[in-house]
C-alpha cells in the first residue's frame, strides 16, 4: 500500500515563501523512483486543480499558469520525496495541498493521478 504523506504547509503573509514536502512510504519504492509525481491543490468552494509535476528522473516539468515562474517542482529519487517550493504566495494560493503519484513516467493528465496524500494546508495571508 502507498503512503503519501505532505509536510511544511502553514500561514504565512502575502509575498511570502513556503516548501512543501511530500514522502512516499509503504512498498512505495519501485512507483516512487518509476512515476511522474505532482501536487494538486484546493481552495475552499473550488474543485482541485491541478498545480505542478515531475518526470520520473526529475528531467521534465509541468506548471499551471497561475504558478508558472512562483513555483518550484523538484523530486530526491534516493529519499523518496518530492517538494514544492512556494514563493511569492498571495492569498489566491490559499488551499489545500494534495501530492499525487501519477500513472506513467511523465505527466499527461491529471487523471492520470493513481494516489494521493492527505494534504497540507497553506493559507495566505494579506
Known amino acids: 500500500q502507498v503512503q503519501l504523506v505532505e509536510s511544511g504547509g502553514g500561514l504565512v503573509q502575502a509575498g511570502g515563501s513556503l516548501r512543501l514536502s511530500c514522502a512516499a512510504s509503504?512498498?512505495?519504492?519501485?512507483?516512487?523512483?518509476?512515476?511522474?509525481m505532482g501536487w494538486f491543490r484546493q481552495a475552499p468552494g473550488k474543485e482541485r486543480e491541478f498545480v505542478a509535476a515531475?518526470?520520473?528522473?526529475?528531467?521534465?516539468?509541468n506548471y499551471a499558469d497561475s504558478v508558472k515562474g512562483r513555483f518550484t517542482i523538484s523530486r530526491d529519487r534516493a529519499k523518496n520525496t518530492v517538494a514544492l517550493q512556494l514563493n511569492s504566495l498571495t492569498p489566491e494560493d490559499t488551499a489545500v495541498y494534495y501530492c499525487a503519484a501519477f500513472r506513467g513516467a511523465y505527466y499527461r493528465k491529471s487523471s492520470d493521478t493513481q494516489y494521493w496524500g492527505l494534504g497540507t494546508q497553506v493559507t495566505v495571508s494579506s
Open positions: 509503504g512498498a512505495s519504492g519501485v512507483l516512487f523512483s518509476n512515476n511522474a
Open positions: 515531475i518526470s520520473w528522473n526529475g528531467a521534465s516539468t
